[in-house]
Structures are given as C-alpha cells and as structure tokens.
Nanobody, 127 residues
C-alpha cells in the first residue's frame, strides 16, 4: 500500500514556474513507477509525465507532447518523493494535478495503469 500526498500548487502568472512535490509512504517507493496527471474542469484526466522506478540517470522519463520541454519529472528515492518542475506555464496548464504510483516498473499514459493516487493539488495560471 502506498499513500501519496501532493503539495506545491498555487496561483502563478503565465510564464512563471512552480514545483510540485509528491511525498509517498512506504519502504518500497523505489520499486514503483510514478506519474503525474492533471484534470481541468469538464475534461478527462490527462497524462502529464512519468518516470520509471529507478529514476535518475538510469531511469526513463516520458512526457505528454503538450508539456515536453517545459516540465521535468524527477524522483528522490532517499526521501520517497517525486517532483514535477513546471516552467513557462500557460493558462491551459490550469488544472488539478495528481500524483500516481504504479506497481509496474514504469507507467504509461493511461490512468488505468496506476494503482495509487494522491488527492490532487490545484494549479492556476493567470494570463
């Protein structure tokens, strides 16, 4: 069982940056693939980024085309935390951002591939 708690959301102007954090419980955090999703009002939950269980230089990262080059996912297995650095934010990035964990080595872009979810953190980008 893994419990996930996101933090770091807030209100930012377009072009600004935010860093989201997701703290995970459990001693086996390093074995889970991790991902970030987001959901805007009236829209389906969409994939943002994923990182494989190993993380770091030997891990693999994946991004949605809409955030590629602007967002960076990373993880620190020593403190059981995954991060999402978001730069050059746009109003269309406004959404509730969710952290998710999968028992697979790495998750894909479907929410169905993930086993555990956080409660979400609101990100609002003003124009």
């Amino acid at each position: 069982q893994v419990q996930l708690v996101e933090s770091g959301g807030g209100l930012v102007q377009a072009g600004g940056s935010l860093r989201l954090s997701c703290a995970a419980s459990g001693r086996t955090f390093r074995l889970y693939g991790m991902g970030w999703f987001r959901q805007a009002p009236g829209k389906e939950r969409e994939f943002v980024a994923a990182i494989s269980w190993s993380g770091g230089s030997t891990g693999s990262t994946y991004y949605a085309d809409s955030v590629k080059g602007r967002f960076t996912i990373s993880r620190d297995n020593g403190v059981n935390t995954v991060y999402l650095q978001m730069n050059t934010l746009k109003p269309e990035d406004t959404a509730v951002y969710y952290c998710a964990a999968t028992k697979r080595a790495v998750g894909g872009d479907s929410p169905n591939e993930y086993d555990y979810w956080g409660q979400g953190t609101q990100v609002t980008v003003s124009s």
